[in-house]
C-alpha cells in the first residue's frame, strides 16, 4: 500500500472509532486490519513514512572505496576537468582486474555521493536589475547547419541586452577576431546605439592573458575597437559562466526555437539572414515578469544608448606579401592567385569571410577566406593572361580543376572547347577557349554560361558568334526621344525664301 492510501486508511479508521463503533477489536473487525494499525492511527494522523533499507552492492561494493578518492580528489581541480560518471566507469573497467558492475549502477552511485560531498546541485542565483542602455552580455556558442546540402558546424555570436531581453545572433565559420569585431559592429546597428558595459567571458579575442582577481591584459585591437566605440568591458571569473546568466539563457532560447530543426540554406549570408529574421521574431516575445514586450523595451532602451560612432573600425587584418612565380600570395598559411607579375608586392587585407588583394591602391583579387592550412585558392580568371601565352596549360591546370569543384566550369563549356579543337587545332582552339572565358570578365560569367549553352545548342562553335551574343544589346538601334523646345521658340526664324534670287538669274540669263 502506497503512503497516500494509508493516510486515507488512518482518517477512515479514526473517524470509525471516534463516531461510529467507538472500540478497537470493533473498529479493527469492520475495516479488516490489525488492531496495531488501529492504535497506531489513534496515535497520529499521518503514518509513518517506510525505511529503506540499505541495499548492499555486491559488485560495486569492492570498489567503492577507489570511487570516493576519485571525487574527493575532485575538490582540487577545475570543475570543467572532474570526472563523469561515464568516465568513472570506464577508469574501473581497464584499472580494475574483473570489473563487472554495469555504468547505471555506478551512475546511481556517483550522482548520490557527489550529493552528499556537495560536488553536485544547481547553486542560487540572486536576481538583478538592469537600468536601460547599461549592460549587455556577449558569448560564442556551436550550431549545426545544412548549407548547399552539406551539414557544418559553426561558430554563433550572441550578444544580449539585460534591461530589454533583445539579442542579436550571427553565424561565422570561425570564432576569430575579425568576425568578434564585426559582430559587435553589427550588433550596435541592430539595437541602434552602444552599451556602456558588456561582460565577456575570456575570449582570445578579447584577452591575451588572466592576471590575478579581475585584472586582464587585453588585445590591442580590442582595446582599440573598445575606445572607438566607447564602451566599457568586463570579463567573468575564468569558469563561472553563471556570471553572464542572461546570455547563456538566451543562447538555450534561441537554439531552441530558431536552430531546431537544423535550418537549411544556400550559404552563410542566406542562413544570417533566416538569423535576423529569428532575432526579429523574437522582439514579440514578453519575458515573464515585465510589463512590455522585448520589442516594446528595446524601442525604449535605444534612447538611453550611446549613439553610434560616424565611421566603424577597420576590422581588416593587413600584411604585404610579394607575388610569387605561381601567380600566388601567401595569406597566414594559405596561397591565394592574384592577376600580377611575380615579385609585385601588394597588400593583403583579411577580414572575417574574405581576403581581398590590393595593388596601387586597387583591389585586384577577391577570395573567400580559407580556414584550413596549405590550401591554394586559385581562380581560373587570374591566369588568362598566362593561358594565353601557355594554352596546352589549360587541361591540366589546378584553377581549371577548383572552378569545376565549384560548378563554374559546365559541361557546356568542355563540348565547345572540344569543337574548337577539331575546327582549328589543339594550341589554336584551346587558345580561343581561354579568348572567350576572358569575355566573362567583361559581360559576366552567369550571361557567358547563358550564352554558350545557346550555342551549343544550335550547333555555333565559333566565338566571335558568342561575343556577338554578349554585346547584342549595345548594337540595337534606338529611336531618340522628341525633345520639348520650350522657351526656345522665341529664337526660331522662318526659313530664307530665294526667289528673288531665281529673279536675278533670269535677268541676267536675258541679257
Not at 119 to 142: F, H, I, K, M, N
Request: with cysteine; charged share 30%; hydrophobic share 35%.
Amino acid at each position: 500500500m502506497d503512503w497516500r492510501a494509508k493516510v486515507e486508511l488512518y482518517e477512515e479508521i479514526r473517524r470509525e472509532y471516534e463516531f461510529g463503533v467507538g472500540t478497537i477489536r470493533g473498529v479493527a473487525r469492520k475495516l479488516g486490519v490489525h488492531r496495531r494499525t488501529v492504535r497506531e492511527a489513534m496515535e497520529k494522523a499521518l503514518p509513518a513514512r517506510r525505511k529503506k533499507p540499505a541495499r548492499r552492492h555486491p559488485k560495486l561494493g569492492v570498489v567503492i572505496p577507489l570511487i570516493d578518492r576519485i571525487l574527493e580528489e575532485d575538490r582540487q581541480v577545475p570543475r570543467k576537468q572532474r570526472h563523469t560518471a561515464h568516465r568513472i566507469w570506464v577508469r574501473l573497467r581497464e584499472e580494475v582486474p574483473g570489473f563487472a558492475a554495469s555504468e547505471r549502477s555506478v551512475r546511481k552511485y556517483v550522482s548520490r555521493r557527489k550529493r552528499e560531498m556537495g560536488l553536485a546541485g544547481r547553486e542560487t542565483c540572486v536576481p538583478q536589475s538592469y537600468d536601460w542602455g547599461v549592460e549587455a552580455q556577449v558569448d560564442w556558442y556551436e550550431a549545426s547547419a545544412e548549407l548547399g546540402g552539406e551539414l557544418v558546424k559553426l561558430q554563433v555570436f550572441s550578444m544580449r541586452s539585460m534591461a530589454s531581453g533583445g539579442a542579436f545572433h550571427r553565424a561565422y565559420w570561425r570564432a576569430t577576431q575579425q568576425a568578434f569585431l564585426e559582430a559587435h559592429e553589427l550588433a550596435f546597428a541592430y539595437f541602434g546605439g552602444v552599451f556602456r558595459r558588456i561582460r565577456y567571458d575570456n575570449l582570445s579575442a578579447a584577452v591575451k592573458k588572466v592576471l590575478r582577481g579581475s585584472r586582464r591584459e587585453e588585445t590591442a585591437r580590442f582595446i582599440g575597437f573598445r575606445s572607438h566605440w566607447r564602451f566599457q568591458s568586463e570579463f567573468c571569473t575564468p569558469g563561472e559562466g553563471h556570471e553572464k546568466g542572461g546570455v547563456e539563457g538566451e543562447v538555450g532560447y534561441f537554439r531552441r526555437n530558431h536552430w531546431v530543426p537544423i535550418p537549411r540554406a544556400q550559404d552563410l549570408e542566406e542562413l544570417n539572414a533566416k538569423l535576423q529574421e529569428g532575432c526579429r521574431a523574437d522582439e514579440q516575445r514578453r519575458i515573464a515578469g515585465r510589463p512590455q514586450s522585448v520589442g516594446e523595451a528595446m524601442r525604449i532602451e535605444r534612447n538611453e544608448l550611446l549613439p553610434l560612432a560616424a565611421e566603424g573600425f577597420e576590422l581588416t587584418e593587413g600584411s604585404f606579401p610579394t607575388v610569387d612565380g605561381l601567380g600566388r600570395v601567401k595569406v597566414r598559411t594559405n596561397f591565394y592567385s592574384v592577376p600580377r607579375r611575380p615579385g609585385t608586392k601588394v597588400e593583403a587585407k583579411i577580414s572575417s569571410t574574405y581576403v581581398e588583394i590590393f595593388h596601387e591602391g586597387r583591389c585586384v583579387a577577391r577570395h573567400e577566406r580559407c580556414y584550413s592550412r596549405q590550401q591554394q585558392i586559385l581562380n581560373l580568371e587570374h591566369y588568362l593572361e598566362a593561358l594565353a601565352r601557355k594554352p596546352g596549360a589549360l587541361a591540366g591546370s589546378t584553377p581549371l580543376e577548383q572552378w569545376r569543384k565549384l560548378g563554374r566550369w559546365p559541361e557546356s563549356y568542355d563540348r565547345f572547347w572540344q569543337q574548337l579543337i577539331k575546327r582549328h587545332g589543339k594550341q589554336a582552339g584551346t587558345r580561343q577557349m581561354i579568348e572567350l572565358i576572358g569575355l566573362g570578365k567583361q559581360y559576366g560569367y552567369e550571361r557567358l554560361e547563358e550564352e554558350v549553352a545557346a550555342a551549343v545548342a544550335t550547333g555555333c562553335w565559333d566565338v566571335a558568334a558568342v561575343g556577338y551574343l554578349l554585346g547584342r544589346e549595345r548594337l540595337e538601334d534606338r529611336v531618340s526621344e522628341a525633345i520639348e523646345v520650350g522657351l526656345l521658340e522665341r529664337y526660331e526664324r522662318p526659313l530664307p525664301v530665294v526667289e528673288d534670287y531665281d529673279q536675278l538669274l533670269r535677268m541676267g540669263g536675258g541679257s
